[in-house]
């Protein structure tokens, strides 16, 4: 199918799910902005969409931040969610299917929500590229009916961050900014302080002029993963990088010799 035939597929989707009121699950990332648009330009003026965030122990504030933007660019109702995964004993292990045990508790929360406002559809974001990579997650969200217009039509991440630059989205070259735990090994223990850390580590990356950039952290060791094409630019800044980084608490950092990969951590899965 092509891009232009996938286009007017979602659009006849977004079409059909906007006779009604309903949620999205906004994260203020490229999918969920660019479902947020499209639903905006397809509903009805009667109906009402929720746009709604979770504000958790795991994803760092600026998501937040920039949801608060994006939802006012919108101009829809903006509603943010508390959770604290942390206070599930097998989550704050970091098990192999914590990504099900937190999408799980995340979409329930969300649904309970949803049917205090009368809603009985919810989208999420995501595409046909998270299909093909480990993502537990997206069991939880089969199990718990949330609709995914994205995956559905076969948009590829590439052709959602087209489309979101021809809609004028204004996160769409936005880099990915997944969960805090994936930046640690399965078991090891998830504490608010570490994922603190590593979100101010990776903060002080992106400043210095590294926008796609992870840091995975096995124990006392940092391995910075970043594009492989970056990697001159990172020699020449090491010394700004290790002076303040181990300021942060990193004792040992390292620069992953193959380069940034979404996912590294579930590589030794089997």
């Known amino acids: 199918m092509t891009y232009e035939e996938k286009k007017e597929q979602f659009y006849e989707k977004m079409k059909e799910y906007t ?16 479902l947020l648009m499209a639903a905006k330009r397809t509903m009805e003026k009667e109906h009402k969409i929720y746009a709604v965030t ?18 006012g660019e919108a101009g829809v109702n903006h509603e943010i969610l508390y959770l604290n995964e942390l206070e599930q004993e097998e989550i704050r292990f970091n098990p192999v299917n914590r990504c099900y045990l937190c999408k ?3 979409f329930q929360r969300l649904k309970d929500f ?36 994205l995956a559905e039509t076969g948009f590829t991440k590439e052709e959602v ?21 994936t930046r640690l090994p399965y078991g090891a223990e998830i504490e608010p302080e570490t994922l603190e850390r590593i979100a101010r580590g990776e903060e002080f990356l992106r400043k210095i002029g590294f926008p796609v950039v992870r840091l995975r ?24 990088v290790a002076e303040n980084l ?4 990193f004792p040992y950092i390292t620069l992953d010799i193959q380069g940034f990969r979404s996912g590294s951590m579930d590589e030794n899965l089997q």
């Open 54 to 71: 979770f504000d958790t122990m795991l994803h760092p504030s600026c998501d937040l931040e920039t949801a608060r933007r994006v939802a």
């Open 246 to 249: 181990k300021n942060m608490g």
């Open 114 to 149: 949803a049917a205090q406002k009368g809603v009985s559809l919810i989208l999420e974001g995501t595409n046909e590229d998270d299909l093909h990579v480990y993502r537990p997650g997206l069991q939880a969200i089969r199990e718990l009916g949330i609709l995914s217009p």
């Open 19 to 34: 006779r009604q009121d309903l949620c999205i699950a906004f994260s203020g990332g490229v999918d969920s902005s660019l």
């Open 161 to 181: 961050r087209r489309l979101a630059g021809e809609l004028g989205v204004s996160v769409a070259s936005r880099p990915s900014t997944p969960c805090l735990a």
């Open 217 to 240: 952290l096995h124990g006392d060791i940092a391995r910075i993963e970043i594009p492989k094409e970056d990697f001159g630019r990172f020699l020449d800044k090491k010394e700004t």
């Open 104 to 106: 799980k508790a995340l």
